[in-house]
């Protein structure tokens, strides 16, 4: 029988976050609360532990919306500035704990962590705080248990740059930050029930390191998954005229959302929501 787990969306925008700074913009100023967005960020929660997905600026204020008490794992998909740079606060974590954190990236990503990051690894003396972390490489084709599920690293390409994405408990694919999946990566996509795919805009027009909407939408129809979400989304995308324009079954992912996998099927709902 298949591990029943959640996923909540901690963050589904791109790298700016929505609102955008200095932006006047409609979506940057609605009043709903879909189209208020953090960096890309989920939670899996399964009844063994939580699992981190990247480490964003707002990770503090994340985990604290999501009523997170403990983090056994954390996952990276790459080094940018969007995806490693809230990884400080897992120091909280640490101190609360009394335990280090096991962080899992492809060695390319493990290399800038140590960079950005030299401080965790290194004597720097009394006082202060760092958070106790270990490092773990993760390579492409790579499974490993966590938590009680198992969670494959897969690659694929955003602009010319290796990005991971994970397959969780064989049904769940998470897949941000992408412009391109080779073809053996969508290979090992197939008959997954939910995928998650990142789009930075609505429009057709091409961008040089992330699917537009259309580009998305294309690979979820190839795939066929029970159901396909979108995160990395822009300021372009105002939650409600485009999802509602969406084909049956695809829909736009938001902060706090939250997709729970049992036995029974896929739900969807809030934190707010009875039975989640």
Do not use: W
């Not at 399964?46 to 954390?74: K, Y």
């Not at 720097?124 to 690293?153: M, R, S």
């Not at 939910?194 to 091409?206: E, L, M, N, T, Y």
């Amino acid at each position: 029988m298949a591990i029943p787990f959640t996923v909540t969306f901690l963050g589904t925008g791109t790298s700016t976050g929505t609102p955008m700074i200095a932006c006047g913009c409609a979506v940057c100023h609605s009043d709903d609360s879909r189209n208020r967005r953090t960096r890309p960020s989920i939670l899996v929660t399964t009844p063994s532990g939580r699992i981190l997905i990247d480490c964003t600026p707002e990770m503090r204020l994340q985990l604290l919306a999501a009523r997170t008490p403990s983090i056994d794992a954390v996952l990276l998909t790459h080094a940018h500035a969007d995806h490693i740079h809230g990884l400080d606060d897992l120091r909280q974590l640490t101190f609360a704990s009394g335990l280090p954190v096991n962080v899992y990236a492809s060695p390319r990503t493990l290399k800038r962590v140590m960079h950005v990051y030299d401080y965790c690894f290194k004597d720097t003396g009394p006082g202060g705080g760092k958070p106790q972390v270990h490092l773990y490489e993760l390579d492409y084709g790579q499974t490993i248990e966590l938590a009680g599920i198992p969670i494959k690293a897969t690659r694929h390409l955003h602009g010319t740059l290796d990005v991971t994405s994970y397959v969780i408990g064989n049904r769940f694919v998470y897949c941000t930050d992408v412009s391109l999946i080779p073809e053996e990566t969508m290979a090992e996509f197939q008959g997954k029930d939910v995928i998650v795919v990142g789009a930075v805009r609505p429009d057709s027009k091409p961008h040089a390191s992330h699917f537009v909407l259309p580009e998305a939408l294309d690979v979820l129809n190839r795939l066929a998954p029970r159901l396909g979400l979108i995160t990395h989304m822009s300021h372009s995308f105002e939650h409600g005229t485009v999802e509602a324009q969406l084909p049956k079954n695809r829909r736009l992912a938001y902060d706090g959302m939250i997709v729970t996998m049992s036995e029974h099927g896929i739900s969807l709902g809030s934190p707010d929501d009875s039975g989640v």
